[in-house]
């Protein structure tokens, strides 16, 4: 080996703790911008701030107050030891010690809160009971990335003194941060998505059917989606009917009597998600079935193709009772006051 390649291999050994501060940086980077996407973007969680579950609704934000801390403290030290622990003096050597310290209890910190924030049984109890949403595993992820990444700032405070790494090295670090910043995020969307646990079929549009003058000749004979031993509800619309039941439901065409689309959610009998079949109403003036299901609030499908058009907005935090009719609308007794909704995105008029 020539003497050439000897330094190069040896200018390379000393500069990976550099390497491995810069993939810290660009971790801490990613668990930032997962937290602020729990806290700012993502659905919340519709746990009620009462009862059993009032000590695990703020379970996200304690999550993500951590993350930033934690981020925000290993960056910090970071930043200090690259600014002023490379200059071979003895304050040099006093920086990256107080660092090497500084950057310990940032990690200690970071480890003790996960274990003490009892992630797995938390998160296990709260996505058993309530309506799944990417704001708790992006929460968790974005604590692991911001943990990791001080693992990573940890190095570099170790030994800050190395020489720069070439480009294409500093370029093989930010890929390698990358990598698992985008396996977190994708594994955070893939726990947060509710669409596992529903069966939900669409159909095309089709003209609303003619309704007969006299009562015909019979039709068709179906056998609905009910179980014997629980209720439904079955509702006139334009192009049909629809059936409510408590695992969700189902529109049928009221020509043939074939199923054109439905919603349902598996695990009713032992999953806290249920549907409230009897209060499912059909809002003829704009074609909109609404259905409340438990722990996850008011939905609203198009009543011809099953499209959902929205959960939550203004309509689901009227505590007021529903008037049915052709309109969506809630009356207060006390006061007398009427307030109108729109049927099909769920905001006040």
């Known amino acids: ?26 971790l801490l980077a990613g668990g930032v911008v997962l937290a602020l996407y729990s806290q700012f973007v993502a659905e919340p969680i519709p746990v009620p701030f ?23 403290a290993a960056a910090l030290t970071g930043a200090v ?26 990690l200690g910190g970071g480890l003790w809160f996960a274990v003490a924030a009892d992630i797995p049984s938390t998160f296990q109890r709260l996505t058993s009971d309530f309506v799944v949403t990417p704001r708790a595993s992006s929460a968790i992820a974005s604590l692991a990335l911001a943990i990791s990444g001080a693992l990573g700032i940890f190095v570099f405070v170790v030994k800050p003194t ?11 670090a930010v890929v390698v941060g990358v990598i698992p910043v985008l396996g977190a995020a994708g594994v955070a969307v893939r726990f947060g998505d509710d669409s596992v646990a529903g069966d939900h079929v669409t ?14 000749s019979e039709k068709f004979r179906l056998q609905i989606p009910a179980d014997p031993d629980l209720r439904h509800r ?8 629809v059936v409510a039941t408590p695992a969700g439901l189902t529109q049928y065409d009221g020509a043939t009597g074939t199923e054109r689309w439905h ?47 929205w959960t939550g ?8 009772s529903v008037a049915e009719g052709h309109l969506l609308a809630t009356a207060s007794d006390s006061l007398g006051r009427v307030t109108r909704y729109d049927a099909r995105t769920g905001r006040e008029m």
């Not at 079955?234 to 009917?241: A, C, D, E, P, S």
């Open 1 to 26: 080996m020539s003497g050439d390649q000897t330094a190069e291999r040896a200018r390379a050994l000393r500069s990976i703790p550099i390497l491995a501060g810069l993939v810290g940086a660009v």
């Open 203 to 216: 159909a095309a549009a089709a003209p609303e059917a003619a309704a007969p003058a006299v009562l015909g």
């Open 263 to 309: 919603y349902r959610r598996s695990d009713i009998s032992t999953d806290s998600v249920w549907h409230a079949y009897d209060q499912t109403i059909y809002l003829r003036a704009e074609d909109v079935v609404l259905t409340y299901w438990a722990n996850i609030g008011w939905l609203a499908f198009d009543a011809a193709t099953g499209e959902l058009l």
């Open 162 to 172: 190395g020489p720069v790494p070439r480009w294409w090295a500093l370029a093989a």
């Open 81 to 106: 030891v690259l600014v002023l622990g490379r200059r071979g003096d003895e304050r040099a050597a006093s920086v990256g010690a107080g660092g090497v310290l500084a950057i310990l209890f940032v």
């Open 234 to 241: 079955i509702l006139v619309t334009r192009g049909g009917f």
């Open 313 to 320: 907005g203004d309509f689901a935090r009227d505590s007021r």
């Open 50 to 72: 009462d009862g059993d579950f009032s000590e695990t609704a703020d379970f996200p934000f304690h999550l993500v107050r951590g993350a930033l801390v934690v981020a925000g």
